[in-house]
């Protein structure tokens, strides 16, 4: 039996082993299951069911509040949170609310606000999955911010240059094109093809590209439009063996892929954990390595922008005043469940869907793939088109016949972030409707 048709299973021989196991508990004199949810086991990597077990992919789709019968495919816009997640944010905000009036601010009373303690537990939890320490790690609000930070806060001086790919979100461009302007940096924008045919391709395109006067490459982990999975290891061996500062935008990356920063050799990283990692919206991590920290100035200042001691590294960057904690709560919820699933199955999952999705397209006749084919190059976003309809017909189309969310990406595309919470019925759902349009 292969890994999809155990997926196809019932799961009731799963139940009843999760109940024997008392990891699902049964309630009532008729047994009926009760809707379990993953209680969060802080810092474990290990999952605590077996992944051939049928049960148990259709048991963490429950985790979610999206109804049954709906499919949900934008990850790369905004993740779902699971039920643990959405409970941390709101029990965070009403215990604060109902007892906001005991807070006396002294240090070893509970935080209720975001933006003044280093929060050094939660930076250690959300470094560890990037092989990260906790000084490496500020808390901002998503990888918009991170970038900006970057940007604004090296030292570049007018006529140095920056080179990007022509594939980035606007929140990894304006940032460079807002100094270009005002400061007189000059940002190139390499053309990087689509579909992207291998890696060798994009490096070459970046070892041509580089020259005297470059001081920094900042590229996507994996592109937004296209999910292209860029060689960002190599690209960052290149800029580092010409002392050039490296900024990778692991947007659509964390939460799809294991990142490890060390691995990729990268200077400073960026990443928005409410999309691909399920946090709650108004989340991003920013790493900067232990020895590059001193380079980057701070954009928002306050208590500490300047203060560049250990164990709180980054925390000067962090110092914009008040924020909500209970966002903070539901990362560290997030990160709960990313490490209680386990980011290898997860990604291992996430891949195996996204490829099925990719080969059925790929035999459909008028069926157009954007994103790479290439599997060194290839992720859990599939961008497409299918001939004769618009990006929004086919949007529209697969939720009137199917109840799947797509986002089309304007012109003849959809993209669709495949996540682990999606399933094998849904690909052959999604397929079953592009190929009826396509035979139109
Ligand atoms: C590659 C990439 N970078 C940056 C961003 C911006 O993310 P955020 O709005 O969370 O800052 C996105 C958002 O889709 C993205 O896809």
């Not at 439009?225 to 290891?233: D, E, F, K, Q, S």
């Not at 939720?399 to 996540?419: C, I, N």
């Amino acid at each position: 039996m292969n890994a999809n048709e155990q997926l196809r299973m019932p799961r009731r021989a799963f139940v009843r082993g999760l109940a024997a196991l008392g990891l699902w508990p049964l309630t009532g004199a008729a047994g009926v299951a009760s809707e379990p949810d993953i209680a969060p086991v802080a810092g474990s990597p290990q999952p605590s069911v077996a992944e051939d077990d049928p049960g148990y992919w259709p048991w963490i789709r429950q985790q979610f509040s999206i109804p049954p019968d709906e499919a949900y495919f934008n990850t790369g816009t905004l993740g779902a949170c699971p039920r643990t997640v959405q409970d941390a944010v709101f029990d965070s905000m009403r215990d604060m609310e109902k007892a906001i009036a005991q807070y006396d601010y002294r240090p070893e009373h509970p935080e209720y606000i975001a933006g003044y303690r280093p929060q050094v537990e939660l930076r250690k939890k959300a470094g560890g999955i990037l092989n990260a320490t906790a000084g490496e790690i500020a808390l901002l609000q998503n990888a918009t911010m991170g970038i900006n930070f970057i940007a604004n806060g090296l030292e570049l001086k007018p006529g140095d240059e920056v080179l990007l790919t022509d594939q980035e979100h606007p929140g990894s461009m304006g940032p460079w094109d807002l100094r270009a302007k005002r400061q007189g940096i000059v940002v190139r924008k390499l053309p990087i093809p689509v579909p992207t045919p291998d890696p060798q391709t994009v490096v070459k395109i970046f070892t041509d590209a580089v020259g005297p006067r470059t001081k920094v490459i900042a590229v996507p982990h994996v592109t937004s439009r296209y999910g292209i999975v860029m060689p960002v290891r190599e690209l960052c061996d290149l800029a580092r063996a010409r002392g050039v500062f490296t900024l990778v935008d692991g947007a659509q990356a964390v939460g799809q892929l294991r990142v490890d920063v060390k691995k990729i050799g990268c200077d400073a990283y960026a990443c928005s954990p409410h999309k691909w990692l399920l946090a709650p919206p108004g989340n991003g991590l920013l790493y900067v390595r232990e020895d590059r920290e001193g380079d980057i100035w701070a954009t928002l200042a306050s208590a500490h922008w300047d203060d560049h001691e250990a164990p709180s590294g980054l925390f000067r960057l962090m110092q914009f005043g008040t924020g909500n904690a209970a966002l903070l709560a539901g990362l560290d919820a997030a990160l709960d469940f990313y490490l209680r699933v386990g980011p290898e199955k997860i990604e291992r999952r996430t891949l195996a869907l996204a490829e099925s999705l990719r080969a059925g397209l790929n035999a459909i006749k008028g069926v157009s793939i954007s994103s790479p084919l290439n599997p060194a190059l290839a992720g859990a976003i599939v961008t497409y088109g299918v001939a004769g309809v618009t990006g929004s017909e086919l949007m529209d189309e697969l939720w009137k016949r199917k109840k799947y969310r797509v986002r089309a990406q304007g012109g003849s595309l959809v993209r669709q972030s495949v996540h682990f919470y999606n399933s094998p019925e849904e690909i052959d759902g999604t397929l079953e409707v592009v190929k009826s349009l396509a035979a139109k």
